[in-house]
């Protein structure tokens, strides 16, 4: 069995091929682009993975997307109705991708790949879950997600035992540690989504000067 997962329309777009649950190729857009954090559909990465492998999509029995577009779209539209007005210069500006492009995720895979395979959208967080358990070598894990947001979670709190993953547990948007890493990497004059790796390289040079400021309840 082959499995083709995707990642698209936010950062650092990638393609990863499995075969029978082995990794043998994966690759991010920018390298083949040139485009640094290419966000576009990652048609030369999975192009890649697929001539690499031997195989057309024609083999694939899975293709899988990193999140779930319809939740997080909700996720979005509930944020900007409780902004209104304040948010409407960024909601002009996001929603006509969502209208273009993101949801219909599913439609641009089909334009994308010809085959019969199944397409499935497991949850942001589950995905970061797997990335981390399946090609452990352990067979139970205590498992712990963090980033900015997914479709409602920023964290979440398992368990991974064999084959089967639980995430027990979620911290929800707009509570959210990533994306207060990512306040500080704005404030230091760094993007967001781009300078995050320097201001985590620059931290160990820094003084933990402002640390009583910071309650963890």
């Not at 195989?55 to 539209?77: A, C, G, N």
């Not at 900007?80 to 641009?108: C, E, M, N, R, T």
């Not at 089909?110 to 358990?133: D, V």
């Not at 409602?152 to 959210?176: A, K, M, Y």
Request: proline share 5%.
């Amino acid at each position: 069995m082959y499995i083709l997962g995707i990642s698209a329309y936010y950062h650092d777009s990638a393609a990863c091929l499995i075969k029978d649950g082995e990794i043998l190729f994966a690759a991010q857009e920018e390298r083949f682009t040139r485009k640094k954090h290419d966000s576009s559909f990652p048609s030369r990465a999975i192009r890649f993975c697929l001539n690499e492998a031997k195989i057309t999509s024609h083999d694939l029995s899975v293709v899988s997307f990193y999140e779930k577009p319809f939740l997080k779209f909700e996720r979005l539209i509930e944020t900007y109705l409780d902004y209104v007005p304040i948010g409407f210069p960024s909601f002009l500006k996001a929603i006509p991708i969502w209208l273009k492009q993101k949801l219909w995720i599913k439609d641009l895979i089909r334009q994308e790949l010809s085959g019969r395979y199944e397409i499935l959208f497991p949850a942001h967080h589950a995905s970061h879950a797997a990335s981390a358990f399946y090609p452990s070598p352990f067979k139970e894990s205590a498992i712990f997600t963090v980033d900015g947001v997914g479709e409602w979670q920023t964290c979440t709190f398992g368990v991974g035992r064999d084959t089967d993953i639980t995430l027990e547990n979620e911290i929800r948007f707009p509570h959210s540690l990533g994306l207060l890493y990512s306040a500080f990497t704005y404030y230091a004059g760094f993007r967001v989504n781009s300078g995050e790796y320097k201001l985590m390289g620059l931290a160990p040079y820094g003084e933990p000067s402002y640390e009583k400021l910071i309650r963890i309840t």
